[in-house]
């Protein structure tokens, strides 16, 4: 019952920053926790972070800590992810993803709905 659609992946150059947008189509679209996973090349995809209905709560994969900021604008039906100081290891197709219910989560088992992803390729 919800699709999202994600956009705003390019290529930067280490320690360049990029913002990606996915912008969900469906109904009651802020009871919706939302995430963002990533999948490098020949890797598992990994959680990124996550936010509440509200904005209010926000968590992040240590190794995104400081570096990148989740955020959503309910009235958009727009989730956010602003990535800082970006390393060549961020280089990914990043995911949006849906999910059911009240408690963030960091697996992708979790989640309900999901993108089909936007690349971000960060050059040395």
């Known amino acids: 019952q919800v699709q999202l659609v994600e956009s705003g992946g390019g290529l930067v150059q280490a320690g360049g920053s990029l913002r990606v947008s996915c912008v969900a189509s469906?109904?009651?679209?802020?009871?919706?926790?939302m995430g963002w996973f990533r999948q490098a090349p020949g890797k598992e995809r990994d959680f990124v972070a996550a936010i509440d209905w509200s904005g209010g709560s926000t968590y992040y994969a240590d190794s995104m800590k400081g570096r990148f900021t989740i955020s959503r604008d309910n009235a958009k039906n727009t989730l956010y992810l602003q990535m800082n100081s970006l390393k060549p290891e961020d280089t990914a197709v990043y995911y949006c993803?849906?999910?059911?219910?009240?408690?963030?989560?960091?697996?992708?088992?979790?989640?309900?709905?999901w993108g089909q992803g936007t690349q971000v390729t960060v050059s040395s």
């Open positions: 993803a849906a999910k059911l219910g009240l408690m963030p989560s960091e697996t992708i088992e979790a989640y309900n709905y």
């Open positions: 469906g109904r009651a679209f802020r009871y919706y926790t």
